[in-house]
């Protein structure tokens, strides 16, 4: 029997509420096949061991999550921590560590959902984004001179690699080759002389080893208005740390919400453990009340058993959503429903078992 070893970082928040769910979830899902199961061990990381210690995770925290084979994080950031704290010294930290430089968010309109744009069908809203997750705009690199006097000049620069920029547009047009699709690259070459003029010059440089893949190229302020108007021209999406962190949020906003949106970090080479969460962020203001939507953690958990090699179980788990949507009788408040975070995810495992006494699923 394969044994993955899974490091939990509920975090802050709702994130050890929607974290727990998707672990109930992934059990399930193990219970169902006797060739694999889920070694989950926890680590109180996040603001409130800040609020301790005085630092987001401890000392050896890279080292000790080094020897597993995932992570499970649930959400950083709480009121009395600044922001840029708890997101570079944790977050930030382990994606660059650990090299997990391939971002994948989708922006899919799952069926029982509902999109706040109108005369759009359900499957127009079906993108794929392939973002930069490790320098770009976030490669934390700059100054902050003469502090405090009137003189005060902050630089912060962005730091865009040829290695960097390749490996990330070559994965994106690996996927779209894959999956048959389109790939839209998303810059901002007429304000950004260097940075976005280089993308597009690389962008542009690989796909001419991929004649198969139709191409496109939109600059970020076009791609974000595009992303309303006409969504199905968008297939797959590659762009840069800053622009795929936004314009993910505004497809969460277009294909059911934030609580239904889920992410995953990778190391394609898988040297170091990827990393899968919600990306909801931690909503202080409803933790502890029982009402914080699992959705997004849970379709989390479907994109690792994608990465371990068991997307018929990811795909299993993803169905699950859209019967629970479909059904519409069980959400959390910000669904329009009544039902707590538990009674959600304990749907869900209904529905896996429904699934598997009709044999939907081969066990």
Not at 50 to 69: P, Q, R, S, V, W
Not at 187 to 209: G, P
Not at 315 to 329: F, H
Request: net charge negative; charged share 25%; glycine share 10%.
């Amino acid at each position: 029997m394969k044994n993955y070893k899974i490091a939990v970082i509920a975090g802050d928040g709702i994130g050890p509420e929607v974290i727990g769910e998707g672990v109930k979830v992934l059990n399930k899902v193990a219970a169902m096949d006797s060739g694999f199961r889920f070694d989950f061990t926890y680590f109180p990381w996040g603001c409130e061991f800040y609020a301790k210690h005085g630092k987001m995770m401890d000392d050896n925290g890279i080292e000790t999550l080094k020897e597993f084979d995932a992570i499970y994080l649930g959400a950083v950031g709480f009121p009395g921590v600044p922001d840029h704290i708890s997101l570079w010294d944790l977050l930030l930290r382990i994606r660059k560590e650990f090299k997990q430089y391939v971002n994948i968010r989708p922006v899919q309109l799952l069926k029982g959902a509902k999109t706040s744009l109108v005369d759009v069908k359900r499957e127009d809203i079906n993108l794929l984004f392939i973002r930069e997750n490790t320098e770009g705009e976030y490669a934390g690199a700059g100054e902050w001179l003469f502090k405090g006097q009137p003189n005060e000049v902050v630089l912060q620069n962005s730091v865009f690699s040829r290695k960097g920029t390749e490996r990330i547009i070559r994965y994106a047009f690996e996927t779209a080759r894959k999956e048959g699709r389109s790939l839209t690259s998303i810059s901002k070459a007429n304000a950004l002389n260097y940075s976005m003029v280089f993308w597009d010059q690389v962008f542009e440089e690989i796909s001419a080893e991929y004649p198969d893949v139709e191409t496109a190229s939109y600059l970020v302020d076009a791609a974000a208005m595009l992303m309303v108007k006409d969504p199905k021209r968008f297939e797959v999406v590659v762009t840069s740390n800053l622009f795929g962190d936004i314009l993910t949020d505004l497809g969460a906003a277009i294909a059911g919400g934030i609580g239904l949106a889920a992410g995953a970090n990778i190391n394609p080479e898988r040297k170091y453990p990827s990393m899968f969460e919600p990306i909801h962020g931690s909503a202080p203001d409803i933790a502890g009340k029982g009402i914080a939507n699992p959705l997004a953690s849970i379709w989390s958990a479907s994109q690792m058993l994608d990465f371990f090699g068991y997307e018929s179980y990811g795909k299993q788990v993803l169905d699950a959503i859209e019967e629970l949507l479909i059904e519409s009788k069980i959400l959390t408040p910000d669904m329009g429903g009544t039902a707590s975070t538990s009674e959600v995810a304990d749907r869900i495992i209904d529905l896996i078992d429904t699934r598997i006494s009709v044999g939907k699923i081969s066990v």
